[in-house]
């Protein structure tokens, strides 16, 4: 019988803030509402000129588990990488703070950690502000299993924005022991190195689609929908040696290609996205044109196989 996460779990939410004075109060009455009480309340504030430190310590001066730590901007992996070396709890809930959790979020993605293997949990989000819509990463709540190999040989983001993951501590912890230098190369997105190096360090990860996270889209944040192609190519060598450092650490060299089709097997049902990319990138692998197309074909059919008991792989 599966193993229900109990009530001893301690859960921390992460807030990092730099000027979003506009937003915060928002933010932070959405953690602090939720109907499974965080253990604490951990708000980071990257040197902001904005007065916002002080607005949100008069408005809530009661809350519960709530602490305010205010910093030098260093930017927003710094931020994160600062906050978990103050949080105290087995599993961290990360939320920008321009963001709005519904007051079942913590009680509706909890259960995706009652599995010991699963390290990393993630949802969908509502697009609001200047545009709307909804993101999701699947149709239905999905276990991707593990995704060292292929992020390593091939880049994917098998995550969500910060506000709609959560993860266990001690992975998140690893997922930020960066040099500076990489800490410094995502002064922005530093949601980049809790996915990516989720992934590489071999985390087991869950979707669950919630909806229960808004994410917020103002004329600060939307930088990544409109890059030049410059600015694309610079965020793609910025992940590539992000990824490159992750392997580095996990050993990885010429030989882990051949991991790919036992990485493949921990998906208990892989979609027809999975099948398609991993049998792709057996077509990619340094051995012989046969061997090559002898591996694709192999996980192609063990696809079929662990979809037998539900119908056809799905989109």
């Not at 932070?28 to 951990?42: C, K």
């Amino acid at each position: 019988m599966q193993k229900q996460i109990g009530a001893g779990t301690t859960v921390a939410v992460v807030i990092t803030s730099h000027n979003y004075r506009a937003f915060i109060l928002d933010t932070v009455r959405s953690a602090l509402e939720q109907t499974r009480p965080a253990d604490e309340i951990l708000i980071i504030d990257d040197g902001s000129t904005d007065g916002s430190p002080d607005l949100v310590r008069q408005t809530f001066p009661d809350a519960p588990n709530l602490r305010i730590i205010e910093t030098p901007n260093r930017g927003h992996a710094s931020a994160l990488k600062f906050a978990l070396e103050n949080v105290t709890s087995k599993i961290v809930f990360f939320l920008d703070s321009d963001d709005i959790w519904e007051p079942d979020h913590i009680e509706v993605m909890l259960p995706g950690f009652d599995r010991r293997d699963i390290d990393f949990v993630f949802c969908d989000l509502k697009v609001f502000g200047q545009r709307e819509h909804h993101v999701k990463y699947h149709d239905g709540p999905l276990d991707l299993g593990i995704t060292a190999v292929s992020t390593w040989l091939q880049p994917n983001w098998y995550g969500a924005p910060t506000s709609a993951i959560a993860m266990r501590t001690a992975l998140a912890r690893m997922c930020l022991d960066l040099p500076q230098h990489f800490v410094d190369m995502f002064r922005s997105g530093g949601d980049n190195p809790l996915v990516y190096g989720a992934s590489v360090l071999g985390a087991a990860k869950v979707y669950r689609q919630t909806g229960t996270v808004r994410y917020r889209l103002h004329g600060n944040n939307d930088w990544g929908l409109d890059q030049t192609p410059s600015e694309l190519f610079r965020s793609t060598l910025r992940i590539r040696a992000l990824v490159d450092f992750y392997g580095t650490r996990m050993a990885f060299g010429p030989e882990t290609w051949r991991w790919l089709k036992l990485e493949f097997k921990t998906k208990p049902v892989p979609t027809a996205a999975d099948v398609e990319s991993y049998a792709n990138l057996a077509l990619k692998t340094p051995q012989s044109w046969y061997k090559r197309r002898e591996l694709s074909s192999s996980i192609r059919k063990w696809g079929s196989v662990l979809n037998q008991d539900n119908g056809k792989p799905r989109s």
